[in-house]
């Protein structure tokens, strides 16, 4: 729920059911919406303690992500804003991580444009050249798996319940992060990939495990320090060569990745160390969250910008 850039409410409902399968399996998501949306949207007008008949308009996600979860969600959102007679607002969730950067928060300037957005999630890899709220180019991507999965499936590997990224990030905090060298891939200067670095991972750490059964045990402090180096000295690489390629130095992150500590220390470095003006997003606007949905809601509003009711659900989507 958001008023005037002001958060209201911002609930989310955590899925426990993706940790005994080690990843998130779509039909089970798509039944755990179902069962989430009703109770989640009543406590969040509870929450911002408002009637759903004072609503102005009811913005959702319409991909790219889950089409089982996206059809929950859409069809929930048309019936809701057809019962109330209010306008819909479809939303692209890679623009939202972005936008995301324009709710107000203390203490917090939003970036100016243009800027450049690292957004960097479980299913993506980009670096997009902002002009405007809906002016948006991708400049570099991920030519195979995104930043978030290559925490994940390293995590996997360590014997980590799913998703591993954050807890890679916990033990990387006491580890040494040049105890292991990981390579990091060459391809286009915009651009990553990194299916590698899971395979380099996997046979790290069997090559070691042969010579030490307690090789992971041992030394997780320092491989999830190594893996989390890699991945965030390959980030900034990427950013430098954005940043030359297009002269622009306002740089924001956004995306489930952007609550790492490694990356938000990396970026908070670049302002002294380059020049750059840098923004991190709050902890609970990283990962998906209502709030980011609520923003493009209320911008699009502000632009008249309103779906057709014959609005469908997209799992790939291009902006
Ligand atoms: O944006 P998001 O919530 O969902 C997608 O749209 O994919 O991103 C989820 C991803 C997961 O891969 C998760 O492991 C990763 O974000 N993630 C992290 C951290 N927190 C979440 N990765 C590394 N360090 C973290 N602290
Ligand atoms: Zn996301």
């Known amino acids: 729920m958001i008023n005037n850039g002001k958060i209201q409410s911002n609930v989310v409902a955590i899925q426990q059911i993706h940790q005994q399968y080690g990843g998130v399996v779509p039909e089970l998501a798509s039944r755990a919406h179902q069962q989430n949306i009703v109770p989640v949207v009543h406590q969040a007008l509870h929450m911002a303690n408002i009637d759903k008949k004072q609503l102005s308009a009811i913005a959702f996600t319409r991909g790219p992500g889950l089409m089982g979860s996206l059809l929950v969600g859409t069809s929930f959102s048309k019936s809701l804003a057809l019962g109330l007679g209010i306008p ?19 203490g917090k300037e939003s970036p100016k444009f243009p800027f450049l957005a690292l957004t960097i999630s479980g299913g993506h890899t980009q670096i997009v050249k902002v ?16 930043v978030g999965e ?6 996997k590997i360590l014997g980590f319940p799913y998703p591993g990224g954050p807890l890679i990030d916990k033990y990387a905090q006491e580890g040494n992060p040049k105890a292991f060298k990981f390579p990091k891939p060459k391809v286009g200067p915009l651009d990553f990939s990194f299916s590698g670095l899971k395979t380099s991972v996997l046979y790290f750490v069997e090559k070691e495990m042969d010579k030490n059964p307690d090789f992971i045990a041992e030394n997780v402090a320092d491989i999830c320090a190594s893996i ?11 950013l430098k060569n954005a940043v030359k390629k297009t ?13 790492n500590s490694g990356i938000r220390k990396a970026l908070m470095d670049a302002q002294k160390k380059y020049g750059w003006t840098t923004h991190i997003p709050k902890f609970e606007y990283c990962t998906d969250n209502a709030a980011m949905i609520a923003m493009v809601g209320e911008l699009k509003y502000k632009a008249g910008m309103f779906a057709e009711n014959n609005v469908v659900a997209s ?5």
């Not at 002269?247 to 952007?258: C, K, L």
């Open 88 to 106: 819909l607002i479809d939303v692209d969730h890679m623009q939202a991580h972005i936008l995301a950067h324009f709710i107000k928060t203390e």
């Open 131 to 146: 002009s405007d709220y809906f002016e948006m180019e991708v400049i570099g991507q991920t030519i195979d798996d995104a």
């Open 150 to 155: 290559a925490f994940d499936k390293s995590a």
């Open 228 to 238: 989390q180096f890699t991945i965030v000295e390959y980030l900034m690489d990427k």
């Open 247 to 259: 002269g622009i130095s306002e740089i924001a992150i956004g995306g489930g990745v952007s609550a």
């Open 315 to 319: 799992a790939r989507m291009k902006f």
